[in-house]
């Protein structure tokens, strides 16, 4: 049986953590008076489902059941989880817990809060101890972290019980030890944004250049290293105390305005607005979240590569799906998720072969990745080495189509490695490829068996993957008639 979230709030944020739990195979019930609220949480789930696959090596699971719950009682019923989300107005927040211990008062609530200390949103509550700041950020589906803030109040276990499952879920969980206000991050953008309003206001800068200023230069940085790293690193070798020795006097310089606030008069607004209208105008909301979406998954790709930041937190939620991971015995295994980039298209704006094979290496290493022949297994001497292709053309990709890679296999023994890979669009097969694959010490340079430990995780796909009818293309020959 599904384990069940509820979400009280289905903004930007409350459907944001809808998609998360339900993309992770939880049943969502959604509590929101706005009569858009289903559409608006349908459009950021598209959004979800058109991104989050993207980011996962292994099969995603079974989607959960999403319920539009009349009533605030309805919604968190049964819940295992609850997580408010709705405007920032301290005396909305206590009305809403009210009403959820009055039937729920020792079931987990979080709160999306990204002000309020935890103390301030327990307070006349039933049950204190049982509400506690969980505060993500926007696009919740994607981003990891969740700024975990409990009180002297809050029963710690239960914290530890949500954390465990905020990483479930994917989300990494940082333990913030004492209540402030605005908790550690937004502290952070508080400052940047402060700075930011002045120089516009002065006009030192626009805000397109000021958002240049930040996605060319430190953005990056801070994206794979933050700041105290990145701020060791420019102490050259010497580190830390260098940097501190040379820039440190620099703080007592008036650089910032950091303790003064720009008065939001009619024309600071309008300035403002104004400068954001001529540098994104151009895009819709939904154009410029879609391009956003598809910009943090190649940079979490990226850092998924190396091991890295939040690449590490995608690896660790991979690897605890993939030990309660049970091979479909019904239907190949859905191993990749991919969209038809500019690259990949040729004079005609069609897919190019090359790309059709691109794509089958992509469905083939996340399937090797799956049972244990990663990176690491490779750096050890050992590898899957492609023997023999067969690939057969069924339709056509063109740009921005989104693409997904299943993977059969035929038969597999101590040495070899058949499968059979589907590139398809809207579930229709583009493409069909056909590999052989040879388990290969690279150091001898010859095929020699797979480790048990390999094994162990190959075989029982393959024997859950015989009963599966076997495709009509498979040992076709070049040329052989439909």
Known sequence: ????????????????????????????????????????????????????????????????????????????????????????????KHRVFAQIQQSCPDTLIGSSTSGFKPSELQQNAANPAMIFVAHPFNPVYLLPLAEVVPSAASDLEAIERAKKILREIGMFPLHVRKEIDAHIADRFLEAVWRE??????????????????????????????????????????????????????????????????????????DLIAGQSDAQSGQYSIRELERIRDSNLVGF??????????????????????????????????????????????????????????????????????????DMDYVAGGFSYYTAESHIMHRGEAKLGDHLTGTLQVLSADEKRLHVFVSIQKDGQDVATIEQMLLHVDMKAGHATAAPQVIRDRLLPIANAHADLPRPKAVGRATGQRK
């Open 300 to 373: 979490l790709r990226a850092l998924k590569d190396r091991d890295w930041g939040a690449g590490r937190v995608l690896r660790e939620h991979d690897e605890r799906r993939r030990v309660a991971f049970t091979p479909p015995k019904d239907t190949p295994m859905v191993m990749a998720h991919m969209q038809v980039l500019p690259s990949w298209i040729d004079y005609n704006g069609h897919m190019t072969e090359s790309r059709y094979l691109y794509a089958s290496s992509e469905t083939t290493d996340a399937f090797l990745r799956f049972i244990g022949a």
């Open 196 to 269: 930011a309003l002045w120089l516009v206001k002065d006009g030192v800068a626009t805000t397109e250049e000021i958002d240049e200023a930040i996605r060319m230069g430190f953005g990056l940085r801070w994206g794979q290293m933050g700041l105290f790293e990145t701020y060791r690193v420019a102490g050259g070798e010497a580190g830390m105390k260098h940097f501190m020795a040379q820039f440190g006097p620099c703080l007592q310089s008036p650089w910032t305005k950091l303790t003064d606030v720009p008065e939001f008069t009619e024309e600071l607004v």
């Open 1 to 92: 049986m599904a384990r069940k979230a509820a979400i009280i709030g289905g903004g930007v944020i409350g459907g944001g953590w809808a998609a998360r739990f339900l993309l992770n195979g939880w049943d969502v019930a959604v509590f929101d008076p706005d009569p858009e609220a289903a559409r608006k949480i349908n459009e950021v789930l598209a959004n979800a489902r058109a991104a989050l696959p993207a980011l996962s090596d292994i099969p995603m699971m079974a989607e959960g059941v999403l319920t539009m719950a009349d009533t605030l009682t309805d919604a968190v019923e049964g819940a295992e989880y609850i997580q408010e989300s709705v405007s920032e107005r301290l005396e909305l």
